[in-house]
């Protein structure tokens, strides 16, 4: 079984800065996929970015430039750095976990941008 354990969120002046991390614990596939997703009030579930083993990495197009996503594998951890930020990013933010029918998800971490 695999846990997901994410930390980081909280308020923020629109363009300030926060890191969002996500640290997974338990037996996982070498070729696991770490992303992460968010979920803004009255919204749908949206993916924001994820790294592949392979060190391909994927935006959605509304923070491209402005997040960064990374990971360090020692750690088995994935970081979220997030700039610019604007009150349309105010979410709950979701990492993901997953390789072959393998899906964990963490319990989420809100993030708040005032304007």
């Known amino acids: 079984q695999v846990q997901l354990v994410e930390s980081g969120g909280g308020l923020v002046q629109a363009g300030g800065s926060l890191r969002l991390s996500c640290a997974a614990s338990g037996r996982m596939s070498s070729t696991a996929v770490m992303a992460w997703y968010r979920q803004g009030p009255g919204k749908q579930r949206e993916f924001v970015a994820r790294m592949l083993r392979d060190g391909r990495i994927e935006y959605v197009d509304s923070v491209k430039g402005r997040f960064t996503i990374s990971r360090d594998n020692a750690k088995s951890t994935v970081y979220l750095q997030m700039n610019s930020l604007k009150p349309e990013d105010t979410a709950v933010y979701y990492c993901?976990?997953?390789?072959?029918?393998?899906?964990?998800w963490g319990q989420g971490t809100q993030v708040t941008v005032s304007s």
């Open positions: 993901n976990l997953y390789w072959g029918t393998y899906d964990y």
